[in-house]
């Protein structure tokens, strides 16, 4: 029996951060650009749309007078009391 001693390739230490960095970091710095634009595309743009919109055609005096009629305010009584 003849018994051949094997070894292992010892594993390349020097350079392994910034080798690492190279392949890492712009994949990050991409998928978090991506990330960023999904969000203000998908989140804020609707967002500021849908408070235009209501915005649009809101009237703060109607709402007020509806609130005093209602009694949401201790210090402006309604008009009938």
């Keep these: 029996m003849s018994y051949s001693k094997m ?3 010892k594993p390349v230490m020097r350079g392994l951060l910034g080798k ?3 392949f890492h970091l712009p ?3 991409a998928l978090s650009l991506m990330a960023a ?3 203000k595309f998908g989140v ?3 967002r500021k749309r ?3 919109d ?3 055609n809101y009237d703060a005096t109607k709402e007020f007078n509806n609130m005093r009629e209602a ?3 201790e210090s402006v009584r309604p008009t009938g009391k």
């Design 71 to 73: 009694g949401i305010f």
């Design 7 to 9: 070894s292992l390739a």
């Design 20 to 22: 690492r960095l190279r």
């Design 54 to 56: 209501f915005y649009k």
């Design 27 to 29: 994949i990050a710095f």
């Design 44 to 46: 804020t743009e609707p």
């Design 37 to 39: 634009a999904a969000f």
């Design 50 to 52: 849908a408070y235009a």
